[in-house]
């Protein structure tokens, strides 16, 4: 299925901008991966699926609000704040990766699709100064280091509605007792039918 049609199934209210910007992103990714890997091979062809839509089930389990600004934390190739800037061109976010050759990937799509809305930078986590109303991140690492990395990341002025929205996978238990903070957990199965969402969720940790 074409990347366009399958997000425009879960999505139906895209403008045609969005829906061209969708259609090329799987073609911008197979050749850009061909020069320097970003996405495994395995998981060119399932782009739209593995990445784009799995990127998107953030915007459907807790939407971000206009005018929020947005880090991505370990974008690598661009996921999930692409797929994200896509659909939200009046937010802003900023892309961060500590491996270079990611962050050039990213900034050739966002060339290629004239994303005004993206900033991409090679930084580490731990060495960003800026601040933010919400944290998004797909595996990254375990939920209590990305809370301890980014909860001095947070706008002083955020609400309850503000924290980091985590894209995970597979057993958490262990890993989300060891949080020691409230969270909310929204099973993708629940948004999106496709078999590969079966095991995959969106955890929300509240600032
Ligand atoms: N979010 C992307 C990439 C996941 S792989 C996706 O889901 O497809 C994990 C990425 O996190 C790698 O690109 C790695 O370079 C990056 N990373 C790991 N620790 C980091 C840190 N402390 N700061 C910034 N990036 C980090």
Do not use: C
């Amino acid at each position: 299925m074409l990347a366009v049609d399958l997000i425009s199934k879960y999505f139906p209210d895209l403008s045609e901008k969005q829906q061209s910007q969708f259609d090329l992103l799987p073609r911008i990714y197979q050749e850009w991966n061909d020069k320097i890997n970003v996405v495994s091979r395995k998981d060119i062809d399932e782009l739209p699926v593995r990445h784009i839509l799995h990127s998107l089930a953030i915007a459907k389990a807790k939407p971000l609000p206009e005018g929020s600004t947005v880090l991505d934390l370990g974008t690598g190739g661009g996921f999930p704040g692409i797929p994200l800037a896509i659909f939200y061109p009046s937010i802003r976010f900023h892309l961060v990766d500590s491996v270079g050759k990611k962050i050039k990937v990213v900034n050739e799509v966002i060339d290629h699709l004239s994303l005004s809305n993206i900033t991409a930078e090679h930084i580490r986590a731990e060495r960003v100064k800026d601040t933010y109303d919400f944290v998004v991140t797909r595996a990254v690492a375990p939920a209590r280091q990305l809370f301890n990395w980014t909860h001095q990341r947070f706008k002083k002025d955020i609400t309850a509605e503000q924290g980091i929205i985590a894209l995970k996978g597979g057993d958490l238990t262990d890993e989300l007792s060891a949080l020691k903070r409230p969270y909310q957990e929204i099973a993708i199965a629940d948004i999106f039918e496709e078999d590969f969402f079966e095991t995959k969720k969106v955890i929300f940790i509240p600032m």
